[in-house]
């Protein structure tokens, strides 16, 4: 275990300049990628990845970390100024952020906005530290037995979460779970899926499949509905002295920031639910636990505050599984997970054993991430209201390029310019039939790790299920992911049933 | 939306039955293995993507039916160009990037849609084109040092 | 006779072109391309190793990935390439010496030329803390006879090939577990799910705690952090797995250049940035093995494999439990 000194010095290492200028270029682009609304987070992340190459481990995970938080923050620019939420998941801010800047008061909305962020992402990302540590020390002492079960539930609750259809959820998740198992099989040594390709020898490469996925097929569907949506209405700030946001009004809206927070880092901590859900979860909190819920929809503070605290709370809680465990439970998670592989570390708990000084500096520079948050916002609200007019016509164009630029840098070469290609075309029709993006995702992320845990599971307990019965955290886990499997498929089955009473 | 799960859920069927019965026993490998065989976890994936989806294709169909609407309805021929166009542009760009490296096409790649897409401002193109291009250049050259892509 | 006269003429006019362009060898950037991902322990060491090539030889040397199938993408590509040594491999022998017999490839021992080797591989058969055998070889052995059931992680074709063989020789009963790299069997041997394993490296970070300790080394000789386990020949298995790792180059490349290459890499080897990174951070020690000594130690390998896969009737893996 890591001494007191070390996590000092680790602190240490996350405030040299070179690591908070890493830092603060990675939250400075998110804002800019979170305020643009065809860009995305996810999009963002898995162009980003390739750039990082050359950079150390660490600097490329605070870079990451740092991007995907300033994403969340940026993203209430243009849904207050624009009334289009630049992440789905600031669709709740929308509500009360538009009305308000629309009444003359559009720094008074984003001031509220980014005080929101700030505070939920910062509690989270403590709240991340004090859990994932104890988390991780628990699940070193888990075998493959007990990862083989988690890994299990895992899949199962996000299938189950993710939103949209089940039945669409499962089918993506099996997908994933196809292209998983893509390489050598490393039992047996036989190629699985490869069609003779070496290059598939190591399973698809992630890279690839992630930027074809995520990045380029959106802007395929991006360029579809160009035409469509073309002059939106941008509010300008204006030099009113009365539109500012005063201590007082700042104050009145830290219970509800509290109580979001909450929200937002509980669904966070669950794989696969994501901001949206945190988001329009502690929207409707607050709306109902408030005084005079009428005023909300109509500029109330509150409900700017209570949808971003509950946003950017998300993202920090996320990585709790992830760090504890090594399960990702959100699409920016799975992200990380494979650029951790990239730079050669496994992500999950035996990083508190193996690399603790990393660990520690990349909590660290979670916290730096936050305070940059608060400084680019704050000085930066003018530039970024601007930012939001940038035109989808430029945004395309570029992202395309960065999609193949990042392929080419990681010397995939033509094979991989092909695999991406394949992959957009494939996630163009997830995006165009809404099959879920997470189930698919992490079926693919965690089917090799599942099914290297079964396998030692399996051939180190001769075959017997009753190891299960020493194996009392498995078996726990096992009971609940049945018992998970027949309320949903019991709840799925009540709400046809209710449908087609009801039709 | 009824319409669009039905096909979907019937290509993606199709899909999983062809994965079942021809790609999965061919490609997925064998040999003896102690607790999982090579195919079983991609079979396992391959049926459960048959299960939702013909479920789901299904549902749809007794949907549509009560609605009375038909299952199908062909997209005109300009939407159909519309979605396509994208997939070609970014294709032929790929076969260029084959033969020559990415440094020296991206201004085309990057311009030429630009100016589709009704960019016609040239001191707003020529930047936009070049600089992510410059960007790539220093980042390879420079930076990493694996010499221009 | 005449053939051979003639194939003598070839070489010699061969060796005097060579020689020839020696002089201005290299006049263009070369490219050094790693069979590994970005940010592996091969990725860093070839990172300087590049940087200090491009001082002793005086033009760019540009860095490259091609991952994929344990370095067999690299060495594919390679097999095909005829730059004359402008491009060439970085790389560890496990992927050239046991690849080409575990899955079916398009390169084989003599499609290159093996300039040099810069680094000795570490790998060895390890253990954890406190396990009924003790930490000895020889314990582990008159543990496993007497508890058939034993677990092994396996993380290549190789040591798999090697447990089996060594299973077959002491008349073992094990039960072998796949695992995936350093970081997948590290938590499966501290949690004492698993009673030994092969380990590539990843034993070395732990020579100062303990936790790992070394029952075999794999190497030619002991490992250097742990000098107290034999090597597998002093356990008595004819056998020698021990991994170099080696700058590749076709077979047609000029010798004049590969002699220009070999220079610049015995300069490398006494290079205070490559010995640090080597032997600080990826733990492995510097070495300089001309060309004749590496191709002699790799067919001796191939050799040896072979008739050890004989041995043990054909494909590894085959004669798993089931």
């Not at chain 1, 308000?100 to 939920?120: F, H, I, N, Q, T």
């Not at chain 1, 966070?268 to 819920?293: D, W």
């Not at chain 2, 939702?52 to 294709?57: E, G, P």
Request: net charge negative; aromatic share 10%.
């Amino acid at each position: 275990m890591i001494g007191f000194d070390a996590i000092l010095a680790s602190f240490g290492a996350a405030f040299t300049f070179h690591s908070i200028a890493v830092i603060f270029g990675g939250v400075l682009l998110g804002y800019i990628v979170g305020v643009i609304p065809g860009l995305n987070r996810s999009v963002a992340i898995a162009i980003a990845i390739p750039l990082t190459f050359y950079m150390s481990a660490y600097a490329a995970i605070a870079f990451l970390i740092g991007l995907s938080k300033g994403t969340a923050a940026g993203s209430a620019v243009s849904a207050i100024l624009l009334n289009t939420p630049g992440e789905p998941s600031s669709a709740a801010t929308c509500l009360d952020g538009y009305p308000l800047a629309r009444s003359g008061k559009p720094r008074k909305a984003l001031k509220v906005g980014l005080l929101a962020s700030v505070v939920g992402d910062l509690l989270a990302t403590l709240l991340l530290i004090a859990v994932a540590i104890p988390f991780a020390a628990v699940a070193l002492k888990f075998g493959p037995y007990e990862l083989a079960a988690i890994l299990i539930f895992a899949l199962v609750f996000i299938a189950g979460m993710a939103g949209g259809s089940f039945l669409k959820g499962l089918a993506a998740g099996g997908m994933g779970v196809i292209l998983g198992t893509v390489g050598l099989d490393p039992e047996t040594g036989a190629m699985r899926l490869t069609f003779g390709y070496a290059e598939l020898m190591e399973g698809v490469p992630i890279l690839p499949l992630v930027i074809g996925t995520l990045a380029l097929s959106e802007m395929f569907v991006q360029l579809e509905e160009y035409r469509r949506n073309k002059d939106a209405d941008v509010i300008r700030l204006s030099k009113n002295a009365d539109d500012d946001l005063s201590y007082g009004e700042f104050k009145g809206t830290l219970p509800t920031i509290f109580k979001s927070t909450g929200i937002g880092a509980f669904v966070g901590a669950l794989p696969g639910l994501g901001p949206s859900v945190g988001a329009f979860m502690a929207y409707g909190f607050a709306k109902r636990s408030a005084k005079n819920p009428d005023s909300f929809g109509k500029g109330n503070p509150n409900g700017i505050a209570a949808a971003e605290a509950a946003d950017n709370a998300v993202i920090p809680a996320s990585y709790i599984p992830l760090f504890g465990l090594g399960i990702p439970g959100s699409v920016s998670a799975a992200l990380l997970v494979g650029a951790f592989m990239i730079h050669g570390i496994q992500v999950g708990p035996l990083m508190l054993r193996d690399h603790p000084e990393m660990l520690f500096t990349i909590f660290s520079g979670m916290i730096v991430a936050s305070l940059l948050m608060l400084a680019i916002g704050w000085y930066g609200l003018r530039i970024f209201a601007k930012v939001t007019s940038v035109p989808p016509n430029i945004v395309i164009p570029v992202v395309i390029f960065l999609c193949l630029a990042g392929i080419q840098v990681q010397g995939y070469g033509t094979f991989g310019l092909i695999v991406v290609f394949g992959f957009a075309i494939f996630g163009y029709f997830l995006k165009k039939f809404d099959y879920s993006f997470v189930t698919f995702l992490v079926a693919f992320i965690v089917t090799p790790m599942l099914e290297m845990n079964l396998r030692q599971s399996i051939i180190l307990s001769g075959g017997e299920i009753s190891i299960l019965l020493e194996r009392p955290i498995a078996l726990v886990f096992v009971i609940i992911t049945a018992l998970m499997v027949l309320h949903l498929g019991w709840s799925s089955y009540r709400r046809n049933a209710s449908r087609r009473a009801a039709s | 939306m009824a319409r669009m799960d039905f096909w979907s859920g019937a290509v993606v069927s199709a899909l999983a039955l062809a994965l079942i019965i021809w790609v999965i026993p061919t490609y997925g490998g064998g040999g003896a293995a102690f607790g999982l065989p090579p195919q079983l976890l991609a079979s396992l994936g391959a049926w459960l993507m048959l299960i939702c989806a013909a479920a789901l294709s299904l549902v749809s169909a007794v949907k549509l039916w009560r609605a009375g609407e038909s299952p199908i309805q062909l997209p005109s021929g300009s939407h159909l160009w519309h979605m396509l166009w994208p997939f070609l542009y970014v294709l032929g760009f790929i076969f260029l990037v084959d033969r020559f490296p990415l440094t020296w096409i991206a201004p085309l790649l990057i311009g030429a849609l630009l100016v589709i897409l009704g960019e016609r401002r040239w001191y707003l193109v020529l930047p936009v084109a070049v600089v992510p291009a410059l960007g790539l250049y220093v980042l390879t050259a420079h930076l990493m040092r694996i010499g221009v892509v | 006779m005449y053939l051979k006269r003639l194939s003598t003429a070839i070489v010699a006019t061969a060796m005097a072109v060579g020689v020839a362009q020696a002089d201005d060898f290299p006049s263009q950037p070369l490219t050094l391309v790693v069979g590994f991902g970005a940010g592996g322990s091969t990725d860093i060491q070839a990172r300087v190793l590049a940087n200090v090539l491009e001082e002793e030889l005086g033009q760019p040397v540009n860095v490259v990935n091609q991952p994929g199938a344990g370095g067999g993408v690299a060495l594919s590509r390679l097999a095909v390439n005829d730059d004359e040594g402008y491009t060439f491999v970085f790389g560890t022998s496990m992927t050239i010496t046991y690849g080409p017999l575990s899955t079916e490839t398009n390169y084989q021992l003599d499609d290159f030329r093996y300039v040099a080797g810069v680094t000795l591989g570490q790998s060895a058969m390890v253990t954890g803390e406190d396990r009924p055998f003790g930490d000895t070889w020889e314990g582990l052995i008159e543990y496993a006879k007497e508890n058939p059931g034993t677990s092994y992680a396996t993380q290549t074709a190789l040591d798999r090939m090697i447990i089996e063989y060594i299973a077959q020789q002491e008349g073992l009963d094990l039960r072998i577990v796949p695992t995936s790299g350093g970081a997948g069997m590290a938590p499966l041997i501290l949690s004492g799910d698993v009673d030994f394993a092969y380990s590539g490296g990843t034993h070395s970070g732990y020579a100062d705690s303990g936790e790992m300790p070394v029952l075999l080394s794999l190497a030619e000789d002991r490992l250097v952090a742990f000098p107290d386990a034999p090597s597998i020949q002093e356990a008595g298995y004819d056998i020698n797995p021990a991994e170099i790792r080696v700058v590749m180059v076709p077979q047609n490349t000029p010798d004049g250049h590969v002699e220009r290459l070999a220079e610049a890499l015995e300069v490398a080897t006494q290079d205070e940035r490559f010995i640090e990174i080597t032997e600080e951070r990826i733990l492995m020690p510097v070495v300089y093995m001309d060309e004749d000594e590496v191709t002699q130690t790799l067919s001796d390998q191939v050799t040896g494999y072979r008739a050890l896969l004989e041995e043990l009737g054909g494909v590894p893996g085959e004669d798993d439990e089931d």
